[in-house]
């Protein structure tokens, strides 16, 4: 089971939409911007980096999320501080706690 949430922001006003069940991000939002008006910007996907995450037959603009990554870093951190505190605390790689 997987759940699907999708926030849209028109103006002041902020819609949120949950889809729980097999399907993926990438269909559901295929669904979601198959009733979206064409003439639309091109809107702004942030997700991690599963492919099926993307939805195939419209575009977006891609924003994969690091955050899974750098949890890794932050669990290996009492055994690798030099390293891991590098990658978590550099304000270069915008991973800051």
């Not at 991000?25 to 979601?32: A, F, H, I, K, T």
């Not at 639309?40 to 994969?64: H, S, Y």
């Not at 690091?66 to 270069?92: K, Q, Y």
């Amino acid at each position: 089971m997987f759940t699907t949430g999708i926030v849209v922001c028109a103006g002041a006003r902020k819609i949120a939409l949950f889809f729980t069940g097999r399907r993926h991000v990438g269909e559901n939002l295929n669904d979601v911007l198959a009733q979206r008006v064409a003439e639309l910007a091109t809107p702004l996907q942030m997700c991690d980096g599963l492919d099926r995450n993307v939805p195939e037959d419209f575009k977006v603009i891609l924003a994969n999320c690091l955050i899974h990554a750098r949890r890794n870093f932050v669990d290996l951190l009492v055994s690798f501080p030099d390293e891991c505190s590098h990658v978590i605390r550099d304000p270069g790689r915008g991973l800051q706690t």
